[in-house]
Structures are given as C-alpha cells and as structure tokens.
C-alpha cells in the first residue's frame, strides 16, 4: 500500500487487511468479502478498492508468509545437503499451506494460460526465492534435471487443496508429499 495514500485510507487498509486475516484463517479462501467489509465496518466498495480480486486479498493475507519461506530458502542455499535443503523448505512449505488457509489457494495459478504463472505475486516470490535450491539440488544429481519450483508449488498446492477436506488433514498432505519425494529422485536414485 503506497505511503501517499490518506491516514483514513490507510487505516480502512490496515482494518480491512486484520479483518480479513482473520476471516480467511476461519473460512479459507472463500471468506466472504461482503462479511469482511461489514466487520471492518466499511462498505463492500472499499474491499474492493483496496483489494481488486481476490487473489490480490489473498496475497495480501499471506505476505508475511510468503516472506518467511522466501527467507527460509535463502538461509537453506548454504546447507551442504543440496537435496535435504530443498526438501526440508518444500516441507516447510506443505506445513505452512497446511496451517494457513487460505496460502495454498493464494500460490494456486489462475485459468490454463502459461502466462498466468507470472501475474500471481505469492508464487513468483516463492519461485524466485527457491530457484538457487533447486538449481543446486540439480547440479548435484540429487533431482530430476527437468523440475521447476512452479511444478513444485503447483504440487504442495493440489496436496493441501486435496487434503483441506480430511480431519487430519497435516498428516495426510505429509503423508501424500513423502510419496511425491520419492518420485523426485533422478532414475536409479532414491
């Protein structure tokens, strides 16, 4: 949000993001912003001008994680275990989807266009920020040589989208990200 803007526009900003927060923890990605305005006490109109879709709300909401997993990643480039190192964040990934609702949603692409990757914040910060593990784990053999961070993000996501529904819902996108790893090994590798 720019420093330019008015101290009541910023103020509507800062309740609207708290609101917001909250409703997204209690209701994932699908809190309603009509419900968000009213708690924030200001009109739907005003969401809106602050936030223009949902995706930008989402991002909004989930800005302080995706800051910390980008922060993550760069601390685990200096691990020597160039493939631990990217496990260990993509674990650490999966458990903050898990705990956050509504961050798998936010890092989800939109519609089938290839370029949709590129409009979408969260995942492009995330991308950025685990690109020099990835690179390392492949320049070492220790992944397949033809993985992107986007098929990886894209792979959290669909585990934690389809796992939302069970009642333990952490151990089951574990369980189904472990199953995932052991395909990421180049063949004759494990």
Do not use: K
Not at 55 to 68: D, F, G
Not at 90 to 107: H, I, K, Q, S
Not at 177 to 188: E, I, M, N, T
């Amino acid at each position: 949000m720019p420093d330019t803007q008015r101290a009541d526009a910023r103020r509507n900003y800062a309740r609207i993001l708290a609101v917001a927060e909250a409703e997204v923890a209690a209701h994932g990605a699908d809190a309603s912003l009509e419900q968000i305005a009213r708690t924030a006490g200001v009109g739907s109109a005003t969401v809106r001008r602050h936030f223009p879709s949902r995706r930008a709300l989402l991002e909004a909401v989930s800005r302080q994680r995706i800051e910390a997993l980008a922060g993550r990643a760069r601390e685990l480039c200096d691990d020597s275990d160039s493939r631990g190192a990217l496990l260990t964040w993509l674990n650490e990934l999966v458990a903050y989807c898990v705990a956050a609702r509504g961050l798998a949603a936010a890092l989800s692409y939109d519609g089938a266009d290839p370029e949709s990757v590129h409009d979408n914040a969260c995942s492009a910060a995330l991308e950025e920020a685990a690109a020099p593990l990835l690179r390392r784990a492949v320049r070492h053999g220790a992944v397949a040589p033809d993985l992107t961070v986007a098929d990886l993000i894209t792979l959290i996501v669909g585990i934690t989208l389809a796992t939302e529904p069970y009642p333990d819902h952490s151990g089951r996108a574990d369980r189904l990200f472990q199953l995932a790893v052991s395909g990421l090994a180049p063949l004759g590798r494990s």
